[in-house]
Nanobody, 122 residues
Framework: QLQLVESGGGSVQAGGSLRLSCVAS????????IGWSRQAPGQSRELVAA???????KYADSVKGRFTISRDGAGNTVDLQMNNLKPEDTADYYC????????????????WGQGTQVTVSS
């Protein structure tokens, strides 16, 4: 069974940086895309970034140029480096699993980590 465990997060001032890490375990980790979604209070959950098993990436327009998603060689750890953070990046961030196609379409498998909080103050 696939499990996702997040670490990182915290509080930072606007313009600062944080790094989130997700460790995936289970027999299918090397064949799935891993992504990061976020949910701010009162808002729906949105996909922030995702990376396929062969390194294809997808980013939300709101984070392009500021966030970078990467995956280790074993395919089990996916990091999200967040630079130049803005107050609107404040949310609970969740690691998620799915399929990412070269068309840019992401299909969620509805598997989630426990979430980690990111707070950006102005």
């Amino acid at each position: 069974q696939l499990q996702l465990v997040e670490s990182g997060g915290g509080s930072v001032q606007a313009g600062g940086s944080l790094r989130l890490s997700c460790v995936a375990s289970g027999r299918t980790t090397k064949t799935i895309a891993i992504g990061w979604s976020r949910q701010a209070p009162g808002q729906s959950r949105e996909l922030v970034a995702a990376i396929s098993p062969d390194g294809y990436t997808k980013y939300a327009d709101s984070v392009k140029g500021r966030f970078t998603i990467s995956r280790d060689g074993a395919g089990n750890t996916v990091d999200l480096q967040m630079n130049n953070l803005k107050p609107e990046d404040t949310a609970d961030y969740y690691c998620t699993a799915g399929a990412l196609y070269e068309s840019g379409e992401y299909y969620s498998y509805d598997v989630w980590g426990q979430g980690t909080q990111v707070t950006v103050s102005s």
